[in-house]
Structure formats: C-alpha cells, structure tokens
C-alpha cells in the first residue's frame, strides 16, 4: 500500500496534540489505498508535547538548530525523503486541534486529480473567538497580495492545513525558517506551477494559545512573497 505521512509541526502543544492524533481517520485512510504514518517534528516546546507524542506511539522529530515552524518542517522533510516513495502523500496541519483531520480524507480525495491542496477557513465556518479581527483582517490583505503577485486566487494565505503528492513536495523549494512558511510554499506551488486546489475547511477555537505574533510574523510573511516571487526557485 502507498503511504500517507501526517506531518504535526509543534511548540507547546501539549492542549491539543493527543486529540489530533486520536482523530486521524486511519481507518478511512487504509480503505482508500493508504497505511497511515504520523510524524511530530516538535520546536523546542516546554511542556508535556514531546511526551504525548510518546505516548501515543508517533515518530517524533526533536527539532534542532534555530527556532522557527519553517526549519523544524524542512529538518522534518529531511528525515523523510530518503524513505518516502514519489506515490506516497503527505499531509501537514496545525497540532492545536483548530483543524479538523477528519478532513484529512478530503485531502486526499482531492489529490488524485492535483499536485498540492490547501484548505480556506475563511471560506469555510470559523468558530466564534478562533480567529482575532487582527489576525483575518491581515491574513485577508497577504492572501490578496499574494494572488495578485502570482497571479493564482488564494482566501487563506497563512492555513496551516496543506496536502502533497510526494513528487511534488519533493520539487518544492523551502527556505522559510518561521511562520513565513506557508507563504513560501504557496510560491513554490505558483512557480513550478504545480495543479493545485483550494478546498473549504472550518476552523475551531485553539487548545492552547497561539506562537505566531502578526506584528512580527505579518512583515516577514510579506517579505517571502515578494522574495519568492523575484528569486528563480
């Protein structure tokens, strides 16, 4: 059978981790042709996330070297490719329980006819108080500017909820150390011109607060797309 990898960046995640996991449909998955691997690349978190990720019989990747959701995904990745076959998938989402895996069916659905998809929650239904006014309004401007720039419609610039045939991942160029990431591979996706979908996902209150600052994390998310979009990879 292919392999489907669900990909679980963290960083104090102890809130919502275990009920990501539980919820993976793997049953679903093995149905549909894949066996299911989970994989944690933990950011240096504080709290119990490394020992749930235990607990719960996951790989787990400690992350080293700087800081940042952008390098633990790429340290992550590198872990990955030597094993991983060009027919496998991967699916990345947020640890905090905010994203529905059950969903993670949909994914995959939609990869048979596509490269890359990425969820909308702003298309989809955001339940009260899980998305500040600050944090849609500025996720509304990037993902406006971003389309603009590639010339590619996207709602939801900075959704953590991603899937991959292998291949593709394989060619895309990640230089993102940060939260930046998201955009980078929104880029990626536009430069190699990869088949891509945007599909509606709801988005629930987060267990646990939130590691991205937009008065830090909104100028260099800006920066990647301009970066990305004059560089050649």
Not at 50 to 57: D, L, M, V, W
Not at 84 to 89: F, G, I, P, T
Request: aromatic content about 10%; charged content about 25%; proline content about 2%.
């Amino acid at each position: 059978m292919a392999e489907l990898i669900v990909l679980l960046p963290t960083k104090n995640e102890e809130s919502g981790l275990a009920e990501v996991i539980e919820r993976i449909p793997i049953k679903s998955l093995r149905l549909m042709g894949y066996e299911t691997r989970v994989v944690v690349v933990d950011g240096f978190s504080t709290d119990a996330t490394c020992e749930i990720a235990n607990s719960k019989g996951v790989e787990l990747i400690n992350q080293t070297g700087e800081s940042g959701k952008g390098n633990g995904v790429r340290q992550a990745l590198d872990y990955i490719f030597p094993e991983a076959d060009d027919s496998d998938l991967m699916i990345m989402l947020d640890a905090d329980a905010t994203y529905s895996p059950e969903d993670i069916v949909r994914f995959v659905e939609s990869l048979e006819n596509n490269d890359v998809v990425w969820g909308s929650r702003l298309r989809g239904k955001i339940e009260h108080g899980a998305m500040s006014r600050t944090n849609r309004l500025g996720n509304i401007i990037l993902s406006l500017f971003a389309s603009i720039v590639y010339f590619k419609r996207t709602t939801d610039l900075c959704t953590g909820y991603w899937g991959f045939k292998m291949d593709a991942l394989k060619k895309t160029s990640l230089t993102a150390d940060g939260f930046n990431l998201e955009a980078n591979i929104f880029a990626s996706v536009c430069k190699e011109k990869f088949k891509s979908e945007e599909i509606v996902i709801n988005y629930a209150h987060r267990e646990g607060d939130s590691n991205l600052k937009w008065y830090y994390d909104g100028p260099r998310i800006f920066s990647m797309i301009l970066k990305k979009r004059f560089s050649r990879k």
